[in-house]
């Protein structure tokens, strides 16, 4: 201040050294000017950075505050990640652990200690492998070197190679393990109860070879048994192929139900499994058919005791659903290396020898023969034809008169199909039955029998009935009585002139259905009559079952007739037991006047054969029927 005082007086005094005090006071209020503009310059210097530092200081406030901001939500963010990794860890369908490059447990999850039942208060992170695979040993969940174990372990994570293992453990369950390495070592492994998954697999791989329904082999594992046993043929060996097929199984389908039908099925495979060898192969080809492979045979004797042996065992009487049941068996061989070599070959070639067992009457077993060639493709035409015929009206019917010996006059006519064929002329039944009832054209054959048997009898006196046979097939048929009202109803036939008859081999199919369906027809007046009396395996039990209208015994024992002999036996105990039952007795295959004489004489009230006529068509059946010839015939 005083050098600024004493800068103004200089610059106020003259050279003189006189004091100009004006311009003194000039000069001080310029420097008093001049330092207040200092001063307020500073003040405002001092005011901006106060604002400075003070917008500086929000700013770091606002970014504190969003950096807290975000930290808080990351953090959020990361304990919701570890909550999900947690969740995801627990609820996984896999076991997974993790293992550092010391192999040393980073995590697992709960399943992976679940799977292998270890204690979680045994294991934690830090543990060596060698602790975790001690406590499975422990616990009987790992089997085997356990160094090796770890080892081979250790060397698929060095060579950082994936790689997946599968793991049978002593309870029974496969386990897949799945491990990957990681970089700077470590690894981490999924580990996933696959046993359920491998049972599927076994059992779709079981199904794609074996019928679901008697679990035997299909063709197709068939086709692979029977390649592996020709390749032993071809070193020397010899073996068996029997094609089998169960006799009018349709009939027990169509009579007891299908569900019926499989059980008989399932009862087959299980008895044809006792009558082979552990190195055979039996399997099921179709709804009804049977193949089996006989290995390690001498020859054809062997085989010959084995169809008898299945035919034996097929024969015996099953007892399904409350039902006896019997069926037969026909079966076809070939034989290898005799009758081929290849599979195709033999398994045509065994077709053939059953399609000639089945010809020869079924329930018997053939050798294939290089001629059947011939026969089945002869049959196969018959089949043919057979289906035509039906609709070309090729069929016809011919009648065999009953004889009443008491009136002396006919009785009855029994109702007998024919087939004239119009190139081969007459077909026997014989040989045309059988393909209808497999080829299914027997029930509507059987109808078309009904009703033609019907409109011809309608012609006849009224004191003459007509005799319809019913197959096994027909009387299980819920069209049966449909068909036997509608054909009454149509030749306005009375229902008393009608006769059906069944065979005790009918009866036994299904037979409470089966007399249900009697009862039925019965009731409408209808007569029932048992055929072929003598000749089935429980004769007295049906007639207690059924109240019969007649018996009609088999010409088995009319032939067989002759003084004290066991057949008059018979003939006159059937006779008797029928008189009492209130039953007529028909004897059929009488054809001579002998024979006529002693079936009267032993109580017959009827008598059918060739003695008085063969079947004749109805054309000729009316001088038949004329009294005079039958008295004729009858007293002579």
């Known amino acids: 201040m005083h050098k600024l005082l004493d800068k103004q007086l200089a610059k106020a005094t003259d050279e003189s050294g006189t004091l100009d005090t004006a311009k003194l006071l000039a000069l001080v209020a310029a420097a008093y000017e001049e330092a207040d503009r200092d001063r307020r310059r500073t003040d405002r210097s001092m005011s901006l950075m106060i604002e400075e530092i003070d917008r500086v200081q929000r700013n770091l406030e606002e970014t504190v505050v969003a950096r807290t901001r975000e930290l808080r939500a990351r953090e959020a963010e990361l304990e919701a990640q570890n909550m999900r990794f947690d969740a995801a860890l627990s609820n996984m369908s896999q076991g997974l652990v993790m293992f550092d490059a010391d192999a040393r447990l980073v995590i697992c999850n709960q399943r992976f200690l679940a799977m292998y039942r270890l204690d979680s208060a045994r294991i934690a992170p830090g543990d060596t492998l060698h602790h975790i695979v001690a406590q499975r040993i422990a616990n009987g969940t790992f089997g085997g070197d356990s160094e090796c174990f770890i080892a081979n372990i250790r060397a698929s994570v060095k060579a950082g190679q994936q790689s997946t293992h599968f793991f049978e453990l002593d309870d029974g369950r496969t386990i897949a393990v799945v491990r990957q390495p990681m970089p700077g070592g470590g690894w981490v492994s999924t580990h996933e109860d696959i046993t359920e998954m491998r049972q599927a697999e076994m059992k779709i791989a079981h199904l794609a070879r074996h019928d679901p329904l008697t679990d035997l082999p299909n063709r197709l594992l068939l086709r692979e048994r029977l390649t592996e046993a020709l390749g032993k043929v071809e070193r020397g060996e010899r073996l068996a192929l029997h094609h089998l097929d169960l006799d009018l199984f349709k ?33 099921r080809v179709g709804g009804d058919e049977f193949v089996l492979i006989q290995a390690g045979i001498a020859g054809g004797t062997d085989a010959e005791h084995l169809a008898r042996r299945i035919a034996d065992a097929l024969r015996a009487p099953y007892e399904l659903a409350g039902q006896k049941i019997m069926i037969d068996a026909s079966i076809g061989i070939a034989l290898a290396p005799a009758d081929g070599t290849e599979a195709d070959e033999l398994l045509k070639n065994a077709d053939m020898a059953l399609y000639g067992a089945k010809a020869n009457g079924r329930g018997v077993y053939r050798f294939f023969e290089p001629a059947m060639d011939a026969r089945m493709k002869e049959r196969r035409a018959l089949e043919l034809a057979l289906r035509k015929a039906f609709d070309q009206g090729e069929f016809e019917l011919h009648y ?47 109808e078309w029998v009904i009703r033609r048997a019907c409109d011809d009898a309608a012609k006849w006196p009224n004191d003459v009935c007509v005799a319809v046979n019913l197959s096994p097939t027909q009387l299980g048929s819920p069209g049966l009585l449909p068909a036997v009202l509608g054909a009454l109803a149509a030749s306005q036939l009375p229902p008393h002139r009608l006769e059906l008859e069944i065979t005790e081999a009918v009866l036994m199919q299904n037979s409470e259905v089966n007399l249900r369906t009697l009862h039925q027809l019965r009731a409408l007046g209808i007569r029932i009559s048992m055929d072929d009396f003598g000749t089935g395996y429980s004769s007295l039990s049906y007639l207690r079952s059924f ?4 018996i009609k015994i088999d010409r088995c024992f009319i032939k067989g007739l002759g003084e004290h002999s066991e057949s008059d036996v018979i003939v006159r105990a059937v006779a008797g037991l029928a008189e009492n039952l209130g039953m007529t007795t028909t004897a059929e295959g ?12 032993l109580g017959c009230t009827d008598v059918q054969g060739f003695f008085y006529s063969p079947p004749v068509s109805a054309r000729d059946l009316p001088k038949l029927l004329s009294p005079e010839m039958a008295l004729r015939v009858v007293a002579a």
């Not at 109240?547 to 007649?550: C, G, I, R, V």
């Open 400 to 446: 065999q008169p009953v004889l009443n010996l008491e009136k002396r006059e006919v009785s009855c006519c029994e109702a007998l199909i024919r087939w004239r064929h119009p190139e081969r002329g007459m077909i026997s039944p014989a040989d045309f039955i059988p393909v209808a009832e497999e080829i299914g054209l027997i029930t509507a054959l059987g």
């Open 547 to 550: 109240p019969f209208d007649k």
């Open 251 to 283: 009939n027990v389908n169509d009579a007891l139900g299908h569900p019926v039908g499989d059980e008989l099925l399932r009862a087959v495979a299980a008895r044809l499994r006792g009558c082979v060898g552990e190195q055979d192969t039996i399997s």
């Open 590 to 601: 009488v054809e001579t006047r002998q024979q006529l004489d002693r079936v009267r004489h």
